[in-house]
């Protein structure tokens, strides 16, 4: 349904930078309490980290994990939902999916709140990179990946989010939560378009 005067294009920017948000082992693996149907996502975003690499753009992870002292700053958001305490700093849970492990070179930006700028230097990171757009990966589309896209808008970058590189454990809330982002705050595309974007950042980038 289109609704007039929303969903716009907003558009490509020429400085990407892609954002893998929460993909954890926390997320990705059945036997996590938080975990996601994400194996689909993971493969495309892992088409999407070669395409950014050898664009040579800027590449930055987010995890959410907790210690013991974020116990106090998160405890409405753990109040609310208590299976993130299986999320502990230094655990398992909170590493990278190793399907699309980090490169040393590639921020791992810890959080403990849904968006990846709250809290983090995320914004700060990309102004100094010069970035306008921000591809947004990861999980989960109606949390995290919509609070980042919000977010993304809200400092000032356009957001692209390829719809086949998020994921969510209910598919209702994923189609909505897509929709809703499309309509108000960024560009859902295909992941064919968003890499074909970045193979032409790719081909600038080498003359």
């Not at 975003?45 to 070669?50: M, N, S, V």
């Not at 398992?92 to 983090?120: C, H, M, Q, Y």
């Not at 454990?169 to 890499?195: C, F, M, Q, T, W």
Request: hydrophobic share 45%; glycine share 10%; charged share 25%.
């Amino acid at each position: 349904m289109h609704i007039e005067g929303f969903g716009g294009r907003g558009g490509f920017g020429r400085r990407p930078a892609l954002a893998v948000i929460d993909m954890t082992l926390g997320f990705t693996d059945p036997e996590s309490p938080l975990a996601c149907d994400l194996d689909g996502p993971v493969e495309n975003i892992r088409r999407l980290l070669d395409a950014a690499r050898e664009a040579e753009i800027p590449v930055v992870f987010t995890t959410i994990a907790y210690q013991e002292s974020d116990r106090l700053t998160a405890a409405a958001f753990i109040d609310k939902v208590p299976a993130l305490l299986t999320l502990e700093a230094g655990s398992r849970w909170a590493e990278i999916d190793p399907r699309i492990a980090p490169r040393a070179s590639e921020p791992v930006l810890n959080k403990l709140f849904a968006s990846g700028f709250f809290g983090t230097p995320l914004g700060a990171l990309l102004t100094a990179a010069g970035v306008d757009t921000l591809i947004i990966t990861g999980a989960s589309t109606s949390g995290c990946v919509r609070a980042t896209a919000v977010d993304a808008l809200q400092h000032g970058f356009r957001p692209v989010v390829p719809r086949e590189a998020v994921g969510d454990r209910n598919p209702d809330a994923h189609e909505a939560s897509l929709y809703d982002i499309d309509a108000k705050y960024g560009d859902v595309v295909s992941i064919e378009e968003a890499l074909q974007y970045l193979k032409r950042m790719g081909e600038l980038a080498k003359r």
